[in-house]
């Protein structure tokens, strides 16, 4: 299922913004959606996902929010009270309900927040 992911920017620390990933298929509501990132010369981490449940990793909960609007193909995340930490490339990516493995994914778009 082909992705493209959208909203990146500069940012100073404390504010706000909210990345789309949108997808292209009849079948978006049966796709775990996550979103990774991939900060400047370090490996790309998982930060969130969604199908039923949501899960964050530990840095991110209570500032950044996953959702998704199945009618729209579309899935978000809201990232507030942004740090100079969460600067990277932040990834959509898409994996069926039953596989283990994220098959699909976006372009990066990059998230500067600056101190």
């Known amino acids: 299922v082909p992705l493209q992911a959208s909203g990146g920017g500069l940012v100073q620390a404390g504010g706000s913004l909210r990345l789309s990933c949108a997808a292209s298929g009849q079948t978006f509501s049966t796709y775990n959606i996550g979103w990774f990132r991939q900060a400047p010369g370090k490996e790309r981490l998982f930060v969130a996902s969604?199908?039923?449940?949501?899960y964050y990793i530990d840095s991110v909960k209570g500032r950044f929010t996953i959702s998704r609007d199945n009618a729209k193909n579309t899935a978000y995340l809201q990232m507030n009270n942004l740090k100079p930490e969460d600067t990277a490339v932040y990834y959509c990516a898409a994996r069926k309900y039953n596989d283990n493995e994220y098959k699909y994914w976006g372009q990066g778009t990059l998230i500067t927040v600056s101190s």
């Open positions: 969604i199908l039923s449940s949501t």
